[in-house]
Nanobody, 124 residues
Framework: QVQLVESGGGLVQAGDSLRLSCAASGQAFSTYAMGWWRQAPGRDLELVAACNWNGGDTHYAESLKGRFIISRDNTKNTVSLQMNSLKSEDTAVYYC?????????????????WGQGTQVTVSS
């Protein structure tokens, strides 16, 4: 069992940067793939970024490549999402999720544990 708690959301202006963090409990964290998802108002959950168990293999939504960076620190049981050059369309609730497989999945059902989400609002 893994519990996930996100932090770092807030209100920023377009062009700003923001770093989200997710703290995980449980010894199994270092064996799990991790992902960041987001849900904008009226839209489905979208996979933003994912990484494998050691962060050596990463995946990004095509539209976000070059602006967002996922990283993890298994010694601290944390995974982060660095978001740069934010746009109004990045406004959403961002969720941290854990996949019990070592290699990340890209489907919603691949993820077994979810945080409560953190709101990111980008004003234009």
């Amino acid at each position: 069992q893994v519990q996930l708690v996100e932090s770092g959301g807030g209100l920023v202006q377009a062009g700003d940067s923001l770093r989200l963090s997710c703290a995980a409990s449980g010894q199994a964290f270092s064996t799990y793939a991790m992902g960041w998802w987001r849900q904008a108002p009226g839209r489905d959950l979208e996979l933003v970024a994912a990484c494998n168990w050691n962060g050596g293999d990463t995946h990004y939504a095509e539209s976000l490549k070059g602006r967002f960076i996922i990283s993890r620190d298994n010694t601290k049981n944390t995974v982060s999402l660095q978001m740069n050059s934010l746009k109004s369309e990045d406004t959403a609730v961002y969720y941290c999720a854990a996949d019990r497989c070592s290699n990340y999945g890209t489907k919603l059902d691949d993820y077994d544990y979810w945080g409560q989400g953190t709101q990111v609002t980008v004003s234009s």
